[in-house]
């Protein structure tokens, strides 16, 4: 069983940062492409972040320059460095990882989300 549980959620004022960790568990071989996407109030999910196992990123236009993706392969690890917050990105924010490849004769696990966690940005 493959779980991610995300951490680093909290509440900021406008300008400041948080740091978000989303660490996959299980009998884990590697992990395609992982992400971060958010849910507000009243909306539907939307992209925030994504990241190959390569390193290649993207990222939606609205956090563009202000937040960074990243992660670490040997820990199945991925992060969201969120600088210059602002109220309008106060939402749950959920990792993804699309496919994650298991040790030994386990099946291939396809579209894995964690729990999520609250960032709030006060004006």
């Known amino acids: 069983q493959v779980q991610l549980v995300e951490s680093g959620g909290g509440l900021v004022q406008a300008g400041g940062s948080l740091r978000l960790s989303c660490a996959a568990s299980?009998?884990?071989?590697?992990?395609?492409?992982m992400g971060w996407y958010r849910q507000a109030p009243g909306k539907q999910r939307e992209l925030v972040a994504t990241i190959t196992s390569g390193g290649t990123t993207n990222y939606a236009d609205s956090v563009k320059g202000r937040f960074t993706i990243s992660r670490d392969n040997a820990k199945n690890t991925v992060y969201l460095q969120m600088n210059s917050l602002k109220p309008e990105d106060t939402a749950v924010y959920s990792c993804?990882?699309?496919?994650?490849?298991?040790?030994?004769?386990?099946?291939?696990?396809?579209?894995?989300w964690g729990q999520g966690t609250q960032v709030a940005v006060s004006s």
């Open positions: 993804n990882a699309e496919r994650v490849h298991a040790l030994g004769p386990l099946p291939t696990v396809r579209d894995v």
């Open positions: 299980g009998r884990i071989f590697s992990i395609d492409t």
